[in-house]
Each structure stands twice: as structure tokens, then as C-alpha cells.
């Protein structure tokens, strides 16, 4: 157990339509990570939130956004979903930027049809 | 750009020795990771190095050299249960901030 959290466990969606997932982290953890894992393949990075702003941001169009909460809480939306966007969606939250460890939740598995 | 590389899959016979290879090419380097991850959970934590050498933590080891791009790990007296992917990670520190950049995994498969 990290102590990170996701939610929902599973989701699908149909092609067109948008998605929020949401991670609540490690209290006193004030950065969180989200990252994008394809069937056999290692996370992408999406983006990655410290103390409420954006601090960094992987290969990934506008329509993939975030937002980080003062309550450790963040969520990834993603806008006009494409079929390639079916993957499990990693959140991984750590006590600072650029700190050894990062804890990850157990990930939302998003399916687009 | 950022690359890291290791073999897709391999195959030990419990209780045996294991080491997985990792080699990158990346800028920024500011310490590598080793993590498992078990089919549909997510990756769980087994080992960063920042400076070259060997770090053991029990049955698990890992290894750095930076002027080769080279890390490994080993595990020893290999259980059923390390039946699992092994993950390579580079953090580097790029365009202001610290990101992870992932090897695409070691699928680990433990025969009796």
C-alpha cells in the first residue's frame, strides 16, 4: 500500500467524449505525476503538478489537462477522446520536487470505443 | 533525445540468480530508478542510484555506472512471486524541471 489513491478503478468511454480521473496522494505530498502506460510499454509522462501549478510537461496535446488541489487531490482530464488514448493512467505523488521516490496509485483503466 | 534500453523478456528457474540490463542515452541525468510491476498493478519502488556502484537491499541489488549509461539489476535466490515486469527509469532534470523518462520494462518469468 503507497497510500495513493485512484478512482475509478475502470472506465470506458466512447470516442469524442471526455474523461476526468482523479488521485488522491500521500498527505504532505505536494508533488503528483501523472503518466500514461500502453499494454507492454513503460509510463509516459503527461504532466507533473507541484503545489498546485504545472511544473513540467511530457509529449502530450492541450487536450490532456490537469489540476492539483490543496487537499493532495489531482485529476487528469482528457478532452475529444481518441481510440489510442485507451491505457491505464498512472498517478504517482512524492514529498518534493526532484525527491527520490516517487508512490504510485493503482491506476485508472480507461478503454475508448 | 532520451533513450533507454532493455530486453523485452527473460527467464530464470527459481532460486536462481538474475541481473537485468539497462542502458540509456539521456541529458540532465540526475539518478536512475528500478521499478516492479506485477500484470495490471502499478509499479512499486525497488531501487534508485545516484552514484556509480552497487546499492543492495536484500535479495535486490542494482548497480550504476554513468560514463557507460549502464545500470543493472540482480535478484537473488529468485521466488515465483518476482514473476513480474522490472522497470528502468532516468530522472532527468530538463526544461526547468525533473521528469521520469521509462524504459519500456523487463518482462521477468520465473520457471520451477
Known amino acids: 500500500e503507497t497510500g495513493v489513491t485512484q478512482s475509478p478503478t475502470h472506465l470506458i468511454k466512447t470516442r469524442g467524449q471526455q474523461v476526468t480521473l482523479r488521485c488522491s496522494s500521500q498527505s504532505g505530498h505536494n508533488t503528483v505525476s501523472w503518466y500514461q502506460q500502453a499494454l507492454g510499454q513503460g509510463p509516459q509522462f503527461i504532466f507533473q503538478?507541484?503545489?498546485?501549478?504545472?511544473?513540467g510537461r511530457g509529449n502530450f496535446p492541450p487536450r490532456f489537462s490537469g489540476l492539483q488541489f490543496p487537499n493532495y487531490s489531482s485529476e487528469l482530464n482528457v478532452n475529444a477522446l481518441e481510440l489510442d488514448d485507451s491505457a491505464l493512467y498512472l498517478c504517482?505523488?512524492?514529498?518534493?520536487?526532484?525527491?527520490?521516490?516517487?508512490?504510485f496509485g493503482p491506476g485508472t483503466r480507461l478503454t475508448v470505443l | 533525445g532520451q533513450n533507454i534500453d532493455q530486453p523485452t523478456e527473460m527467464t530464470a528457474t527459481e532460486g536462481a540468480i538474475v541481473q537485468i540490463n539497462c542502458t540509456y542515452q539521456?541529458?540532465?541525468?540526475?539518478?536512475l530508478f528500478w521499478y516492479q510491476q506485477h500484470a495490471g498493478e502499478a509499479p512499486t519502488f525497488l531501487s534508485y542510484?545516484?552514484l556509480d556502484g552497487l546499492e543492495e537491499k536484500g535479495r535486490f541489488s542494482s548497480f550504476l555506472s554513468r560514463s557507460k549509461g549502464y545500470s543493472y539489476l540482480l535478484l537473488k535466490e529468485l521466488q515465483m512471486k518476482d514473476s513480474a515486469s522490472y522497470l528502468c527509469?532516468?530522472?532527468?532534470?530538463?526544461?526547468?524541471?525533473?521528469?521520469?523518462?521509462w524504459g519500456a520494462g523487463t518482462k521477468l518469468i520465473i520457471k520451477p
Open positions: 527509469a532516468v530522472r532527468v532534470f530538463m526544461d526547468s524541471n525533473y521528469q521520469l523518462i
Open positions: 539521456t541529458s540532465g541525468f540526475n539518478g
Open positions: 503538478y507541484y503545489r498546485e501549478e504545472e511544473n
Open positions: 542510484n545516484v
Open positions: 504517482a505523488s512524492s514529498l518534493e520536487l526532484g525527491t527520490d521516490t516517487q508512490y
